[in-house]
């Protein structure tokens, strides 16, 4: 059972790790601000923006994390398997 947390928790530091990384490639590219004004700008309600913002977020930053989370779990299922152990072998 502790293996089983274990793996699902470096999961989602794997994930996090992976989503921070694409997140700040993806400011430092789009934005030219500082991290507080575009909090400001994105939790600050406005009325009449529309949804382009959110379609090129999601546009930019999930396919790379979608990808490296499926290569990570495929990894990690064959590390766990140990068919890998017994090719390197």
């Given at each position: 059972m502790k293996r089983k947390i274990g793996?699902?928790?470096?999961?989602i530091c794997f994930l996090?790790?992976?989503l921070i990384f694409v997140l700040t490639q993806w400011y430092t590219d789009?934005?030219?601000t500082s991290f507080a004004g575009l909090l400001f700008t994105l939790l600050t309600p406005m009325r009449g923006v529309g949804g382009g913002f959110w379609n090129d977020f999601l546009g930019v930053v999930l396919p790379p994390v979608l990808i490296s989370l499926a290569v990570y779990l495929v990894l990690l299922y064959l590390l766990r398997s140990r068919r890998i152990g017994d090719l390197l072998a």
């Open positions: 793996t699902v928790l470096l999961v996090l790790a992976v789009k934005f030219d």
